[in-house]
């Protein structure tokens, strides 16, 4: 453990040769910390290498566990996975999930972090998604910046249900959420037309919306033709600081008046 602290203090002061000498000569003194019953050391160093950017290198020892050990704990499995994530390793990684599922190792909040983040580098944001649905399931509550930014990138590829799944876990978690957040799911849900949860979003967060974005939404409303919500809806503008003058009144009441002609 004294040889692990002071690779760890190396490593995390920016002295990743000299931890990584640190390692080599534990590995030739055969020092039990490097043993498969530890995997600390190699957790270090692997960590080390990743986040200073000698990605091939922590790919490199990484592999060299895998060969020589065959006792795993989350700790490890999370480094490794990083690793391979870090150096756009698929196949690597994909090969890291199977080997927990083989060895029933429950994945914990930084195995789906470092996962959602590795499927949103890679542009495979619906598999962002499920997998951050996985992780709510669990019961781990995603980081609003990575629900933000998965939110943001299924609006621009249309699935935008997915993106106002995302934000309902958010809202409904005890983080704290930006108020920019509203407003941005605001118009991926404009933009494919799910103008019931729109509603929902201007009536609950009425005062932290702008009024250029909830005119967007009223206008939305009316060319939509839906006469059902448009008491509610006239109530949550009106909520949200936004003027009905006379005209905006007549366009909301148009369409009563022609179902009632209808009737």
């Known amino acids: ?144 910046d990575l629900c933000s930014t998965l939110i943001f990138h299924l609006g621009k590829i249309k699935a935008h249900s997915e993106a106002f799944s995302v934000y309902s876990i958010l809202r409904y978690s005890k983080r704290t959420m930006c108020k920019a957040l509203h407003e941005k799911i605001l118009h991926i849900l404009i933009a494919g037309g799910l103008l019931k949860d729109a509603y929902v979003v201007v009536k609950d967060n009425a005062g932290l919306i702008s009024k250029p974005a909830v005119k967007k939404f009223a206008t939305a409303f009316l060319e939509s033709g839906n006469i059902n919500l448009i008491n509610d809806v006239i109530k949550a503008i009106h909520g949200s600081g936004c003027k009905i003058d006379q005209l905006w009144f007549e366009k909301f009441t148009q369409p009563c008046k022609e179902n009632e002609m209808e009737v």
């Open 1 to 144: 453990m004294p040889y692990c602290l002071l690779m760890d203090g190396l490593a995390k002061a920016g002295h990743i040769d000299e931890a990584k000498s640190l390692f080599d000569k534990m590995k030739e003194k055969s020092v039990r910390s490097v043993q498969p019953a530890d995997g600390y050391a190699h957790s270090i160093i692997i960590s080390a290498f990743s986040w200073g950017g000698l990605l091939e290198e922590a790919k490199q020892l990484a592999r060299d566990f895998e060969a020589t050990f065959d006792r795993y704990d989350l700790v490890m499995l999370n480094t490794m996975l990083c690793a391979y994530c870090r150096a756009g390793e698929m196949e690597s990684v994909m090969q890291m999930l199977r080997k927990m599922d083989e060895l029933a190792i429950s994945p914990d909040y930084n195995t789906f972090q470092i996962l959602i983040k590795f499927f949103c580098k890679e542009k495979l944001y619906l598999l962002a998604y499920q997998t951050m649905e996985d992780m709510h399931s669990k019961g781990h509550q995603p980081d609003e």
